[in-house]
């Protein structure tokens, strides 16, 4: 199983950026897919889960800005992000979990078991 997170890139505060995560040897359809970021020097952070059922949630620092989607017939999973600011600098991870995660366990780093490669956002005042 392969995750590509990709999409990342140098915008400035107020703009957009939306990033890709896509997978082979895993359909995205079936699984729990969420983006984690990690900010310079600082841990890997829960960002925004969709569950196969396609129900979704998010951290409280991004949400009603940032928009969690699938598209199964590119096995693709998406993050939109809009009215970036400086604190949503870091690399994106994008993580698959064949786990039942809950509202509680979906911050849990070690409950996915596949990881992309990261996408770094660099937003700029």
């Known amino acids: 199983v392969q995750l590509q997170a990709s999409g990342g890139g140098l915008v400035q505060a107020g703009g957009s950026l939306r990033l890709s995560c896509e997978a082979s040897g895993l359909t995205f359809s079936s699984s729990a897919v969420a983006w984690f970021r990690q900010a310079p020097g600082g841990e890997r952070r829960f960002v925004s889960v969709?569950?196969?059922?396609?129900?979704?949630h998010y951290s409280d620092s991004v949400s009603g800005r940032f928009t969690i989607f699938r598209d199964n017939a590119k096995n693709a999973v998406y993050l939109q992000m809009d009215s970036l600011n400086l604190e949503d600098t870091g690399v994106y991870y994008c993580?698959?979990?064949?786990?039942?995660?809950?509202?509680?366990?979906?911050?849990?780093?070690?409950?996915?078991?596949?990881w992309g490669q990261g996408t770094l956002v660099t937003v700029s005042s």
């Open positions: 993580a698959a979990s064949k786990s039942l995660l809950t509202r509680v366990t979906i911050y849990y780093k070690h409950k996915y078991n596949y």
């Open positions: 969709i569950w196969s059922s396609g129900n979704t």
